[in-house]
């Protein structure tokens, strides 16, 4: 996820529609399982409907407009991400751990209930996280449930566990919002601890298969601000032939209670939002290479 979705700071009208529950909460875990299990024997009976993408595990849903994708968007918030972002407003979609098991089916027969709204609207559902291709079987099976709806389908990834989509499942995208966190190597595994060409290697293989891109760079004054990353964010984006549009996001300090809540290392506690000046400096760096940028 790019950080900035739900927690919204403004703008957005949203509405949250809780978390559906078929088992589980929030309070009781079990590793890799979300909190299924009593037993061992059904332990492992979830651990088989997660890998056959039965059974996904989900943080939250909301119904959002003007973000995510066109339209009004179901967007939902899957639980597990790789990275670690200094800045992540979400921390407790980190852990899969932490979400509530909800099967494909059940999870369909939702989405299915907005296809109107999603027609009048020209909007549809939107996948994000944690990061959604840490669930890529139940991802792959929400998608093609959607498509067989003729619902418009996105996901919200960083593109560095890119690797698991598979050919069908980016068949079943019909846009990506690419969340490219840094530019120089160096400043990515500072900014997310990871490495940046996973995430390169995504963007490029996306932009071949002709599915349409959007970006999200998320501006944080002293850690990905420099001109030289913002740069070369920029260089590699003008490069993809499907890409219709940049946001640039600028920080906010909305997620900091999660991480203390949490007992985690919140490293951005002095950080300031960066000064219109500096967005307006960040956003013409990317129209200088003839991108669209909000
Ligand atoms: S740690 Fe994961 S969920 Fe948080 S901002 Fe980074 S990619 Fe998104």
Redesign the pocket.
Known sequence: ???QTMDRPSGAPVIDLGVPVIGGSHTRSSAGTAGMSSTDAERSEKLAAMRAGELGSLHSWELVTAVDGPGTRLTTFLSG?????L?????D??EMRRGEPISADELLKRIARYTKVFEVTGGGLTIS???PLMQPAFVARILRGAKELGIHTAIDT?G?LGAHCSDQMLADIDLVLL?V?SGIPETYKKT?GRELQPTLDFGRRVADSGTEIWIRF?LVPGLTDAEENVEAVAEYVSTLSTVSRVEVLPFHQMGQDKWTALGMDYQLADTRAPSPELVERVRDQFRSHGLTVF
């Open positions: 996820m790019n950080s991400c790789p990275l670690r972002c800045y992540c407003h979400n921390p979609t980190m996280g944690g990061e960083s560095y969340d966190k997310t998320v």
